[in-house]
């Protein structure tokens, strides 16, 4: 008998039809001889809906309340799916991450898992029941305050119990088929990956995939914990994301040369002009951005005009870090010493992953030669020993995304690329 960890996002729970399709899942996989631990996410956009509210009553809700008000989601969900596998005639019972033995760090709103003692998840599977865990949650050593993950976080509730519990496979339900070469919503033709490495899925996810959150693949690499994420809309066999390449059937699953193409939009560009061209001034900006605990993704740097000994620097960052950014630096603007600030949210990055590009030369050209034979425009470059990325206008992401799918052969023949819920919000 196996353990099996499955966790169903939002859209799969949707209203109470969702449920009753859940639970029947989670009883077949019970019936097949395992024992079965679900983690759920909250209904829907109820978090979001949840977000409007708080933000109706305060415009800056503090962190411990939100916390508490966002996990009310997540307990609503675990229930209605405890009765509806009881009405089925299973035995199920409930849990909140607390209870499930989640336990975090105190930072509200982005709590980090520092440990998890699942306990009574152990004893309520021994028992025979089926155990249901309120995803995205936890509670905190220090304080014993209720903390949540961060958005999307249920899938790490999920991995984190199946690392905890030893389980043989953690299988993460959504809204569509798997892992695809590119977001389904964006490329028709996008393809389902069969197998993907651990490396290649954290720079899909680091470069704006959403069906996988970085931490999550990043707990899983940690823990080798095979994730098998698949639809909880249809039977068939999903995307396998493990060390090594699976068996499927006969059929040998190999590397791929390139995995896929992620987009992201959430990132705006910061421009400091006007910066002199001398050691420590870099310095000086990202030690003010650190200190503003902001994260940034790419850098780059201007030749300096000799003429006046000045040059820019330009970074991106999350759009939602954006006004910090510009305030902390505009407060230390007399010790950096610049011109001015340009703020730009109007762009995207675009980013081709594969761990074939190391040892295959020409990918860097063709990725260029796709992109400007489809007139779109390059502002900033980055790579990595296996991605590639550059940032254009944001208008021009879905075209070039379509137009490197193409140019790398990920096209799929037939219409596979179902999305079957959600509203992408
Ligand atoms: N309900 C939370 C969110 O929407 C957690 C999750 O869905 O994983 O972010
Ligand atoms: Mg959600």
């Not at 997540?74 to 009765?83: H, K, N, T, V």
Request: net charge negative.
């Amino acid at each position: 008998m196996g353990l099996v960890v499955q966790k169903y996002g939002g859209s799969s729970v949707a209203d109470a039809e969702g449920i009753k399709r859940v639970a029947k899942r989670i009883v077949e996989a019970k019936q097949n001889g395992n024992q079965v631990v679900a983690v759920v996410s909250a209904m829907g956009d109820t978090t979001d809906e949840l977000i409007d509210l708080a933000e109706q009553v305060s415009p800056m809700p503090a962190g411990r309340e939100l916390d508490m008000l966002l996990t009310a989601g997540e307990r609503i969900s675990m229930a209605l799916l405890a009765m509806a596998i009881k009405n089925l005639g299973h035995e199920a019972q409930s849990f909140t991450g607390s209870q499930a033995g989640v336990i975090t760090d105190s930072v509200h709103n982005k709590a980090r898992i520092i440990d998890v003692t699942p306990g009574r998840i152990r004893t309520s599977v021994d028992e025979g029941n089926i155990a249901i865990v309120a995803g995205f949650q936890g509670v905190s050593q220090d304080s014993k305050d209720i903390t949540t993950l961060g958005r999307g976080g249920s899938d790490t509730t999920a991995v984190a119990l199946a690392a905890a519990l030893d389980a043989d496979v953690c299988e993460i339900y959504t809204d569509v088929d798997g892992v695809f070469t590119a977001d389904p919503r964006v490329v028709k033709k996008a393809r389902k990956i069969d197998w993907i490495s651990f490396e290649d899925m954290l720079e899909l996810a680091a470069s704006g995939s959403k069906v996988l959150l970085h931490r999550c693949v990043e707990y899983a690499r940690r823990y080798n914990i095979p994730i098998h994420v698949r639809s909880s809309f249809s039977g068939l066999q999903g995307t396998w994301v493990s060390s090594e390449p699976i068996n499927q059937g006969d059929k040998q699953v190999e590397q791929a040369l390139i995995s896929g193409v992620a987009h992201d939009t959430s990132e705006a560009k910061i421009t400091v002009v006007g910066v002199p061209d001398k050691p420590g001034e870099a310095a000086a900006i990202f030690r003010t951005i650190a200190d503003a605990e902001i994260n940034i993704d790419m850098v780059v740097q201007n030749v300096s005009a000799a003429s006046t000994g000045l040059t820019d620097i330009s970074f991106t960052l999350p759009k939602t870090e954006g006004r910090k950014a510009i305030d902390a630096l505009e407060k230390n603007r007399a010790g950096i010493g610049f011109d001015s600030l340009r703020y730009d949210d109007q762009i995207g990055k675009i980013s081709l992953v594969g761990a074939g590009m190391k040892t295959n030369p020409g990918v860097t050209a063709d990725f260029f030669t796709a992109l400007s034979d489809a007139g779109v425009n390059i502002e900033l470059i980055s790579t990595s020993e296996i991605r590639i990325s550059v940032v254009t206008r944001k208008d021009d992401v879905p075209e070039a995304v379509r137009a490197v799918h193409t140019a790398f052969g990920l096209d799929s023949d037939s219409d596979e690329a179902v999305v079957y819920g959600g509203t992408g919000r």
